[in-house]
């Protein structure tokens, strides 16, 4: 097999995967090809990465050992469809594709196909997150009725190249999802208002940044190091009717805490809309 990484997709969360695979030297550029309707994606892959690239999607899927597919959910079934008449025997693949499910993917590349070696596809699916560019992602896997434990691990070893790494069963991927897979902007969003917060106090915008974010790494640092609860390290900061209390206060008399819950569960149930859609493209 020519390649042992092939990416259908060259898009942002592609970049950050390849990224931390070759950073972490589980492949050689030359061992990983991508395809991408795009020029221009391609040749960034080429410049930056130098992987190889080619814009047929077939091409790539013949090639490869493991088939990394990173297109949008709403991209998938033309994805698939390009694909699944090149598939070799044995070959892994593994979505990243938000709210489709494995089921979907082995049921879609087994319709229709008379090769017996599409008739057990082997699928893992993962929702990994943007902060895999910088080294510090969370990743979470769970494989289709036919991956194996040793599938699982393969893919997992991709992952934590560039993230943390939680295997689930495929039930809570709608959750991880909202949590992890759209977290980072929360977070941005978080920093965004307390930047504009900042500036509204006198700040300039630069420092504002400077201030929120390095507090947000000083936080998450705090969290993860820590044996206490994060009830704990928030109490730890927000003294009797100080500054912190006010704030926190401020949040609770509206209603920032259920706000928030609601908003973390309208993106689970964006990801089971997703997966509705995908298996009935009318809805
Ligand atoms: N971004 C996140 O934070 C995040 C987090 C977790 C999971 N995900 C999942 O990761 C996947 C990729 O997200 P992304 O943000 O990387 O998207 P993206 O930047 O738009 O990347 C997708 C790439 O695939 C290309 N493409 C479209 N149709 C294709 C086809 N048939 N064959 C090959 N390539 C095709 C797109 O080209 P065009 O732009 O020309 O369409 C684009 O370059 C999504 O399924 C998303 O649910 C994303």
Aim: glycine share 8%; proline share 5%.
């Amino acid at each position: 097999m020519k390649f042992e990484l092939g990416i259908i997709g060259a898009g942002n969360m592609a970049q950050a995967i390849i990224h931390g695979v070759l950073q972490a030297g589980l492949y050689q550029p030359q061992q990983v090809c991508a395809a991408d309707p795009s020029d221009q994606r391609l040749e960034l892959f080429r410049n930056t990465l130098k992987v190889q690239t080619n814009p047929d999607n077939a091409y790539v899927a013949a090639n490869c050992k493991t088939l990394l597919l990173c297109v949008k959910p709403q991209q998938i079934a033309d994805a698939l469809q390009q694909i699944q008449p090149s598939l070799p025997a044995g070959i892994l693949i593994i979505s990243i594709a938000a709210g489709i499910s494995t089921g979907f993917i082995e049921d879609f590349l087994t319709a229709g196909s008379s090769k017996k070696s599409t008739q057990r596809v082997r699928v893992v699916r993962c929702m990994p997150n943007t902060p895999m560019l910088v080294g510090m992602g969370m990743a979470a896997l769970c494989s289709g009725h036919y991956a194996t434990d040793d599938d699982l691990e393969q893919a997992a070893g991709i992952f934590r190249s560039a993230a943390k790494v939680m295997i689930v069963p495929e039930s809570k991927m709608d959750a991880v999802t909202a949590i992890s897979g759209s977290g980072p902007a929360y977070f941005f969003f978080l920093v965004e208002q307390m930047v504009k917060a900042g500036v509204l106090m006198g700040l300039d915008r630069e420092q504002a940044r400077l201030l929120a974010g390095q507090t947000a790494l000083g936080a998450a640092q705090m969290l993860l190091g820590s044996e206490q609860t994060v009830v704990e390290l928030r109490r730890q900061v927000t003294s009797p009717r100080g500054t912190t209390h006010a704030a926190i206060n401020y949040l609770e008399a509206n209603n920032w805490p259920i706000i928030t819950v609601e908003a973390v569960r309208a993106a689970a149930k964006r990801s089971r809309e997703l997966a509705c859609q995908m298996n009935n493209p009318t809805n």
